[in-house]
């Protein structure tokens, strides 16, 4: 905090405690248009981008029901709250709404969207029109699906492996595709979108070395959906095939191969992974960089660690399939190129690690989720390692080690990152300041509730709980139970923010251009920004985190 | 770029934005063969799963039909490059009927391709309901049911590509798109026909030639 104290609301309102506008305010995106119509056929990419943070918090309480149904179930060994094939239906909604309709589109369609402009210095995406069309799909499809999944239901997992899927499932399989299908288009039409703005759209001196890390990864990320993303549409339409009309393709009896199924989904989902952790990689080497207030350490590394995890990314799918009988070869290669990404992975943390080395730390909520997330995606990682061995992965496959490893990844991860990047830019999005206590609040009962609820779960599927079972033995209670109030520590945490962040909206103070003294051409803007973001087109003469040094005499 | 183009909302000049156009429908043609890479890659795997029993049923199709709509499509794709030729020239009579032949190229594409469904359908290979499917072997039905799916999703796409390219030629006759500052838009719908036509010619190989 440097400067929140500088702008203050408009003298003449200055006993108007709430509800006073600044001058900033209005001239700013959010007051140019009130209507909903404004709103709702917008093409300026901070309003879809606050479209996108309404709809997918709405689909991630839709998912965090499910979430909440499956943890009270398993209170008990028994299977007394769902029927078999209710928790079934309750695990696969949490999964698909979970996965495609809160975490693929979490940090790029939101923070993506708002920040790529501002930071390259341009005055839209490349194609606002189909930024606007990426979104109603979006929703379209999340609708459908949740009306899917709660109407019919599916009971396949979010796998909708073969051939349960095609043959066994009963429920909407088809349906439930479908609706998987066409969000793909949003996701293909958002990363087409970034990345034409990012090789189009930079502002004079914005050379890629001079590019935000954040602008790397989402970079990184696009090309992750553009070239991952039809693998998947092809096989949800090859298993509805399949299921209608019995292509045979996934089926042996026609000469089919079950194993071509699982080939096809994780060459997407693998990368997907990816999609959901390479921004928040990039919101942290943001939030790392202004927590020190410093120049961040081995710039060109820290970006080509985002592009190295995304290619490597694309050939380590079968590293779910040690298990699924394909060629020993074939698993040892895989297994080997995991561990690979390894890498750049541990490429980021060092230099996050060094780039906080004597700087000027305060601990502010954004820096505390980013610390959250080190931690997260450490433990994740790590384990991840261990799956990633041939032997180990025998032992844990389909147990609660797996759930645990890549919810540290996949939710640990990219939730920590998300409010680390909504509390660090919330100022900028709304002009106004929140209540820094409770935001280290919410960043510390994170912390702790999500360990709480995932960390017994490495030991549950340690001891060889199976994932995917509402009935399990009685001494797994405990942990269980553990896990449940952890997940209700983490519930609360969730819903914190929603109060004081919208509090702020009205009695929050000014922030000013820049609150937090950070580098980056969203901060010479004021906030929230004009409409078209620049009063003038920027001009940028400086690397990247040009931040004073103000470290000891010893060393510099 | 003529200098005269027509600028929108973020661009800065004529010249950026028709190379964000052109690059964005690189990129969606990068994705589309990521989508069609998915059967490609169903193919390769039947392929060599059950090579002798594919390639015998692969001699159960037309490839002389094939070959011929392999020719039209490949003359369509002439029409719309002459056409992107005389719409960079200005000329939009001339730049609406080669997009005009080249949709109905694409028509005659879709007639004969229906002929030879309905040949397919008499012999009894075209895995559909209501037909006396007659087939040597389960390989040659899981054959046909991926040549179908694939020869199908390729006629939406080019479906989508008529009724682009009739639109297109519609407007320019009309001369509501101004040329040549926006030949962009002919050259970007031109791009998509090509793919359209590509992927035709790695269908047609893979499976009316695998004999």
């Known amino acids: 905090m440097t400067s929140n104290m500088e702008q203050r609301p408009d003298p003449a309102n200055l006993d108007d405690r709430g509800l006073s506008e600044t001058e900033t305010e209005r001239v700013s995106y959010l007051r140019a248009g009130h209507s909903l119509k404004s709103w709702l056929l917008t093409t300026d990419h901070k309003r879809i981008a606050i ?74 995406l490349a194609f ?56 793909g288009f949003s996701s293909i039409l958002t990363g087409l979108n970034f990345i034409v703005t990012v090789h189009k759209l930079r502002c004079p001196g914005m050379t890629w070395n001079r590019l935000p890390l954040f602008v790397w990864s989402i970079y990184a ?5 553009v070239l991952a993303t039809p693998v998947l549409s092809i096989t949800l339409v090859l298993i509805s095939l399949e299921r209608l009309f019995g292509l045979g393709i996934f089926n042996p009896a026609l000469g089919g191969d079950p ?35 410093k120049p961040i350490f081995g710039y060109q590394f820290v970006a080509g ?13 079968g590293h779910h399939m040690f298990v699924s009988g394909q060629s020993t070869y074939a698993s040892a290669v895989f297994s080997f190129l995991s561990i690979a990404v390894a890498i750049p992975s541990g490429i980021k943390v060092y230099n996050w690690t060094a780039t906080l080395f004597k700087g000027h730390i305060s601990l502010d909520p954004p820096f505390l989720f980013a610390m959250a997330f080190i931690g997260l995606f450490v433990f994740g990682g790590l384990t991840g390692l261990m799956l990633a061995m041939l032997a180990i992965d025998v032992h844990v496959h389909d147990t609660y080690f797996v759930i645990a490893h890549f919810h540290y ?10 409010f680390g990047a909504l509390h660090y830019w919330w100022p900028k999005i709304v002009g106004r300041m929140y209540s820094l206590a409770w935001g280290r609040l919410t960043a510390i009962f994170f912390f702790l509730g999500f360990n709480l609820t995932f960390f017994p779960q490495f030991l549950l599927g ?12 009685p001494e797994f209670q405990v942990l269980n139970v553990i896990s449940t109030g952890g997940a209700a520590v983490l519930g609360i945490a969730y819903i914190m923010p929603f109060v004081y962040l919208t509090y702020s909206m009205r009695y929050g103070q000014p922030a000013g251009n820049d609150p937090w003294g950070a580098t980056g051409l969203e901060w010479t803007t004021p906030s929230p920004p004009p409409k078209h973001n620049f009063e003038t087109i920027p001009v940028v003469d400086r690397p990247p985190y040009d931040y004073e040094i103000e470290m000891g005499d010893d060393d510099a | 770029m003529p200098e005269t183009a027509p600028v929108t909302e973020p661009y800065r000049d004529p010249r950026q934005q028709h190379d964000a156009a052109m690059m964005g429908m690189y990129i969606f043609l990068s994705s589309e063969i990521m989508l069609f890479g998915g059967l490609f890659a169903a193919a390769a795997a039947m392929r060599l799963a059950h090579a002798a029993e594919v390639v015998q049923a692969s001699q159960a199709l037309h490839f002389g039909i094939g070959g011929l709509n392999t020719a039209v499509l490949l003359t369509s794709s002439l029409f719309v490059a002459l056409a992107i030729e005389a719409g960079k020239g200005g000329k939009a009579a001339t730049a609406a009927g080669w997009l005009a032949g080249a949709a109905v190229l694409g028509l005659c594409f879709l007639a004969i391709k229906t002929y030879e ?18 087939y040597a072997t389960s390989i040659q039905h899981l054959f046909m049911n991926l040549y179908l799916a694939a020869t199908a999703l390729h006629a939406l796409h080019l479906t989508i590509g008529i009724v682009l390219l009739l639109v297109l030629a519609l407007q320019t006759a009309r001369r509501a798109i101004p040329l040549p500052q926006r030949s962009i838009i002919l050259i970007t719908a031109g791009l998509y026909w090509h793919l359209v036509d590509v992927v035709w010619v790695f269908l047609y190989p893979v499976f009316y030639l695998a004999r």
């Open chain 1, 51 to 124: 479209l996108y943070v309404l709809s997918i918090t709405f689909f991630f309480f839709i998912g965090a029901m499910a979430a909440a149904l499956i943890r009270l179930d398993l209170l008990t060994p028994a299977g007394d709250l769902l029927t078999n094939e209710g928790y079934n239906r309750a695990f696969t909604l949490h999964g698909v709404v979970m996965v495609w309709f809160f975490l693929i589109p979490s940090i790029p369609n939101t923070f993506g969207n708002f920040l790529i402009p501002l930071m390259i210095g341009a005055k839209d």
């Open chain 1, 128 to 183: 606002p029109k189909l930024n606007l069309l990426s979104w109603y799909i979006y929703v379209i499809a999340g609708l459908f699906t949740v009306f899917v999944l709660i109407a019919g239901g599916v009971d396949t997992g979010w796998t909708f492996y073969t051939p349960l899927s095609t043959m066994y499932a009963n429920g909407n399989v088809i349906l439930a595709a479908s609706a998987v299908f066409i969000v």
């Open chain 1, 221 to 225: 990320t696009s090309i992750i959906l």
């Open chain 1, 259 to 293: 194993l071509l199924y699982q080939h096809l989904f994780w060459f997407y989902s693998h990368p997907a992974v990816y999609i959901m952790v390479l921004p928040a990689l990039g919101v942290v080497s943001e939030l790392v960089a202004a927590g020190a207030r």
């Open chain 1, 305 to 317: 660690s985002s592009i190295a995890i995304a290619a490597l990314g694309f050939f380590v799918w």
């Open chain 1, 409 to 418: 990844i996949m939710v640990g991860g990219t939730i920590s990152a998300f």
């Open chain 1, 462 to 473: 340690y001891l060889g709980m199976p994932r995917r079972y509402h009935v399990y033995p």
């Open chain 2, 117 to 134: 469904y309905h040949a397919e359908f008499a012999e009894g290979l075209l895995p559909v309901p209501g037909v006396q499917s007659r």
